[in-house]
């Protein structure tokens, strides 16, 4: 299969996979740097952080734009990705495929662009109660100006959604379905293509925050049959400021344009302005031309791994965490999905997420800690701030066992160390 990333024992090699992220071979407080926080954002393999900066010393010229060499490899470049980004999650052309900064600004796009096509005062948009304030205030804001309402999937305690209460949900004012593939808290992976297909018997179109799973499972956009996908490349093993919002071509066509500037017309005058076509009628203004390249670089990395095998990975060492961190006393997990991968949140005792990040901190432990961008989820579980460790590529089992140690340092410090029977 894939040289780079299993050996002759078809085992998933991390170690040589670690090797390809020059910052993950430095210490941190005097420690093995151990980087449990791929959920913010991922770290970058060399080919990603080679392909940037071969663009900026040899290529760089701006796209669409120039008549000369250096403009045209440019654009070859920039485009090209465009299409290995429609290959990677399959959608069915190219102009279906609209850079954006990330999630959040392909998200508000489609509030922005679908809302004004398609939203009207009293319509209704179904989220669920596990969604990234990405997922959510875009729409209020939509709300505030069109007077139409958001309803919410409610969870059950386990952090799965209630599909009984979804389907009461669409009803005849539903304009919109927008929900999130893999939760960033709770780990639960949404089955997200049974909502879809729930939701089309009501001829309602569907969009799927995909940020926490186009890194860790193959994605089909065509099997899903969703309207819209958004995800960023940061979390991907890319740079930051680049994302993609994929949309079905029926919608991207009728909706009117986010933005306004250079690129997205095709003929401007005071009288009367002509935009232009798919998908640069999304585009507007100068592109991050050097985060798209470096995002083909990171997809042209992810898939010489395998998607199938990362996705494997991922489950493996999640049961792992999972398994390993209920064992210490004190230690409460938020998210006990069957299907579930990729972040385990969790609280310790009474001790403050903020402290156990600190305290991890100083072991060399990279965990984020805090509301996690999902404040309504912390208030569902009564809970101000979670501590959450979430995988990556290059996260082993060592690393779950160093994470253990060091939580129970952290009780430790705290007063709080039970010895395990
Ligand atoms: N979650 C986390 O630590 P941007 O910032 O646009 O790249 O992604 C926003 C976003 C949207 N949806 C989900 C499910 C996400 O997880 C994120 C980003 C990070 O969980 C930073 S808050």
């Known amino acids: 299969m894939d040289a780079l990333s299993l050996n002759e024992k078809n085992v998933f090699d991390v170690a040589s996979i670690k090797q390809q992220f020059p910052i993950l071979q430095q210490q941190c407080r005097g420690k093995p740097l151990i980087y449990l926080d791929s959920g913010a954002t991922a770290q970058k393999p060399e080919s990603v952080i080679e392909a940037i900066r071969h663009y900026y010393q040899y290529d760089n010229a701006n796209v669409h734009r120039g008549v000369y060499q250096l403009s045209e490899r440019a654009t070859q470049a920039y485009e090209q990705v465009r299409e290995q980004v429609r290959a990677f999650i399959n959608a069915e052309d190219q102009h279906e495929i ?109 969009l799927i925050d995909g940020a926490q799973a186009v890194p860790r499972m193959p994605i089909d956009v065509k099997k899903l049959d969703c309207d819209f996908y958004a995800f960023s490349g940061h979390k991907l093993y890319g740079p930051t400021s680049v994302g993609v919002l994929y949309g079905k071509r029926k919608w991207l066509e009728a909706m009117p344009p986010y933005q306004g500037g250079g690129d997205m017309i095709s003929r401007v005058s005071f009288n009367k302005t002509e935009y232009n076509v798919l998908p640069y009628k999304f585009e507007a203004g100068t592109p991050n031309i050097a985060a798209v390249i470096g995002l083909g670089a990171a997809i042209q990395y992810l898939e010489s791994i395998g998607m199938d095998a990362i996705q494997k990975h991922e489950i493996e060492l999640t049961h792992y965490a999972q398994q390993k961190l209920s064992q210490i ?15 385990i949140s969790f609280t310790l005792d009474d ?9 991890l901190d100083n072991e060399g432990i990279a965990i984020r800690a805090g509301h996690h961008c999902a404040m309504p989820l912390m208030e569902y579980y009564k809970v101000a701030a ?36």
Not at 353 to 359: K, R, Y
Not at 402 to 419: C, D, Q, S, W
């Open 98 to 206: 609209i850079f954006t900064r990330g999630t959040t600004e392909a998200i508000n796009l489609v509030a922005h662009s679908f809302g004004a096509l398609q939203i009207k005062a009293d319509d209704e948009i179904v989220l669920s109660y596990m969604e990234h304030h990405s997922n959510i205030v875009p729409w209020q804001m939509l709300c505030e100006k069109v007077g139409c309402k958001i309803k919410i999937i409610p969870l059950h305690e386990e952090g799965t959604l209630d599909l009984n209460e979804y389907a009461k949900l669409l009803t005849p004012r539903t304009k919109l379905v927008s929900i999130i593939h893999v939760s960033n808290v709770l780990g639960t992976v949404n089955p997200i293509e049974q909502m879809i297909a729930l939701a089309h018997q009501h001829n309602i179109p569907v």
């Open 329 to 343: 006393p004190g230690l409460k997990i938020y998210g006990h999905a069957k299907d579930k991968m990729g972040v």
């Open 351 to 359: 001790i403050h997420a903020h402290d156990v990040g600190t305290i």
């Open 386 to 421: 979670m501590a959450r460790a979430s995988l990556g590529i290059y996260n082993q089992k060592s690393d779950i066992d160093a994470l253990v140690r060091g939580l129970l340092k952290v009780k430790e410090i705290f007063g709080r160390y039970t010895h395990r029977e």
